[in-house]
């Protein structure tokens, strides 16, 4: 579980969040949503560490973020990982050599278990056989899967994933959705993703955030969508005037 | 501007301070400083053999011509080519062109991997950036760099001989007396101090300048300009103070 307790954070002027109080929750599938602008990857850059708030608490489990040390941090840090929107593999480094970095960098694993713990990784991305290749060889859903297996290859019990979607067909990132959903079970992990897939949100949307202007707009899950009143999320989730159909539609047919 | 300068000399002081930290695996710092070696070693040799080969070939003619209708003993053209490769142009020209090779080659790579998120996929893996990207590069320039410019300078003597025999400026007997004539190793000692001096300063600006780097493709083209510019400067004005402070 992470909780996100009385976020503020602005640049200078710019109010950037404004008072988040939210609780991502373990074994779901936690989404940040809203427009361009809205504060998501602000957000989430503070629930991983990149920024810092300006005021506020960031709560891993039992563990207030806010009160570690680098050191300490840097030990918490072995126990997130992390899928970027451009999946942020390194270049110079093959499929195999990019999932085995973290081993590398943090364990004292042999050769052989690092070699299994990759095949592992790979086979669970349902991506065999690409160790040698470079991620300008992948597709973009390639790489995404890549980007999962080095995020989850120290077994991490936070995983965060910025727009996993973005940049993908419907049909591929309909694959990566539920891939990151079965590891969030499987490996009993917190994720929170921050997406403005629409699709994402009505497939795995256990428990939403919908940021507005910084501010906290909506919360619930993809199912109490349909029934909310609340104006903004409709406007937002069937923004185009082919959905918007779709809804009046199915309500007609009730 | 002078805002401008206080406030990167004390960010580029605290993030030196960053560097300096335990590595997280000795053997992951070592693999990277041995590919850096590379880059900046064995990447720089074609690079450095031209510039000191002209260099030693235009020293020896120019003097030649200089000291050519004078009283000057025409020996004293290998003794002046020897100590003014030696000590000035195969340590600063050679940095130089290494600030203007390895520094742009560091701020892109650098500003490359800040741009598309490499960074900060490292520090969510826990992995301290500023010490794991940047001390590699600076040990590796540290080493490679005077190697550069003992080679630089050797090849500056011996393409000034050749030269200036080919020409017919002097000969080799009087060549071989000037460079053998007033010798002093504490000029080698100089060189050695400079070329680690701008080895550090070409690595180390280079990386803070792309470390820093803004989003966007002109932000990165401006960081390695900036990178070579400022890591340009500094050794001209190291350059100077080592002048002063070793031989003053």
Known sequence: ?254 | MIRKMIFHFGRYMIWLRSILSKPEKFFMYYKETIRQMDDIGIGSLKIVLIVSIFIGAVVAVQLSYQLGETLVPKWYVGYILRDMVIIDMAPTITCLVLAGKVGSNIAAEIGGMRQKEHIDAMEVMGVNTTSYLVLPKIIAGLFMTPLLVILAAGLGIGSGYLIAIIGGYFTAAEFLQGLTTYYDAYNVFIMIIKSLVYGYIFTSVSAYHGYFVKPGSIALGRAGTDAVVYSNILILVSDYIIATVMTG
């Not at chain 1, 997130?80 to 990019?98: P, R, T």
């Open chain 1, 1 to 254: 579980m992470i909780r996100a307790k009385k976020i503020f954070k602005s640049f200078g002027d710019l109010k950037i969040l404004d008072d988040i109080d939210f609780t991502f929750e373990r074994r779901k599938t936690n989404l940040i949503i809203g427009q361009s602008g809205a504060g998501k990857t602000v957000l989430l850059k503070i629930l991983v560490g990149l920024l810092e708030p300006s005021s506020g608490e960031v709560w891993y489990d039992q563990t207030n973020c806010m009160s570690l040390n680098k050191k300490e941090r840097r030990q918490l840090s072995m126990s997130v990982g992390m899928l970027f929107q451009g999946s942020a593999l390194f270049d110079s480094m093959s499929v195999e050599e990019n999932i085995r970095f973290p081993m590398d960098m943090f364990t004292n694993f042999t050769d052989g278990e690092k070699r299994a713990r990759v095949d592992y990784c790979l086979n669970r991305v349902e991506l065999n056989g690409v160790n040698d290749k470079y991620p300008s060889e992948l597709s973009g859903g390639m790489q995404k899967r890549v980007g999962i297996a080095r995020a989850i290859v120290l077994k991490p019990k936070y995983l965060f994933c910025d727009e996993p979607n973005s940049g993908l067909d419907p049909k591929t990132a309909i694959v990566i959705d539920d891939l990151i959903k079965d590891i969030t079970i499987e490996e009993d992990m917190t994720t929170v993703i921050n997406t403005h897939d629409m699709n994402s949100v009505m497939e795995i949307g256990d428990n939403i955030l919908l940021l507005n202007k910084g501010k906290m707009e909506w919360t619930g899950h993809k199912d109490e969508i349909l029934a909310s009143q609340n104006q903004f999320l409709t406007d937002f989730i069937f923004a185009s005037p082919f959905l918007k159909q779709l809804k009046d539609r199915a309500f007609q047919g009730i």
